[in-house]
């Protein structure tokens, strides 16, 4: 009797998805859920917040110049110490700023289960459900859809709170993955 390689083994035991329990489907994607996985969707939460960041740090080092200049440093020692402490706080804030989202979306819904898990999503005309083999059906109303941030690997859909869904091109055509994006994009600006 042959014997099955540990990736046969695997795929046996995964959990199969079933998308015929949902009406009008629209697309489904299975993908493996991982630590890696949450970094990328992290990555792509509230992308102008960081530039925002360094942009701020960078005014409050010219006010900090502004202010010792133009009005000398002997009387001007408590603003320009207190913007020294904002400029070191944002900069402290820009340096961690991968660290912060990753924080922030281990908070929510993005959060992977023990280790990696097997997510089954599938998107509706007017819900999206994220199936996984690790935990219950999370669904999420199209109506309550907030913000889409997509590149060219992965998207993630923000739906309020802290409730955010990923898919990865991967899990996907090329046609199939930018449908999506359009049709959650479409979604959003409705």
């Known amino acids: 009797m042959a014997r099955k390689s540990p990736?046969?083994?695997?795929?046996a035991d995964q959990i199969t998805f079933d998308d015929d329990a949902y009406d009008n489907?629209?697309?489904?994607?299975?993908?493996?859920?991982?630590?890696l996985t949450l970094d990328r969707a992290?990555?792509?939460?509230?992308p102008g917040v960081h530039r925002a960041?360094?942009?701020?740090?960078v005014?409050?080092?010219?006010?900090?110049?502004?202010?010792?200049?133009?009005?000398?440093?002997?009387?001007?020692?408590?603003?320009?110490?207190g913007l020294?402490?904002?400029a070191v706080v944002l900069l402290f804030v820009a340096n961690r700023w991968a660290d912060l989202q990753v924080r922030y979306a281990r908070s929510g819904s993005l959060a992977p289960?023990?280790?990696?898990?097997?997510?089954?999503?599938?998107?509706?005309?007017?819900?999206?459900?994220?199936?996984?083999?690790?935990?219950?059906?999370?669904n999420y109303d199209l109506a309550d859809l907030?913000?889409?941030?997509d590149n060219s690997d992965y998207l993630v859909a923000g739906f309020g709170g802290r409730d955010y869904v990923y898919v990865p091109r991967v899990a996907l055509s090329e046609n199939r993955y930018r449908e999506l994006a359009r049709f959650l994009h479409e979604r959003c600006d409705a």
């Open 59 to 81: 005014a409050m080092l010219l006010c900090i110049v502004g202010v010792a200049v133009l009005f000398g440093t002997e009387t001007t020692t408590a603003p320009i110490v």
């Open 84 to 86: 020294g402490i904002v």
């Open 7 to 11: 990736a046969a083994r695997r795929r």
């Open 42 to 46: 992290a990555e792509l939460l509230a």
């Open 25 to 35: 489907v629209r697309f489904s994607a299975t993908f493996d859920y991982n630590e």
């Open 113 to 138: 289960v023990d280790g990696s898990e097997r997510m089954h999503v599938v998107i509706c005309d007017d819900v999206v459900h994220v199936q996984s083999d690790k935990r219950p059906v999370e």
């Open 146 to 149: 907030r913000v889409v941030y």
């Open 53 to 57: 960041v360094q942009g701020a740090e």
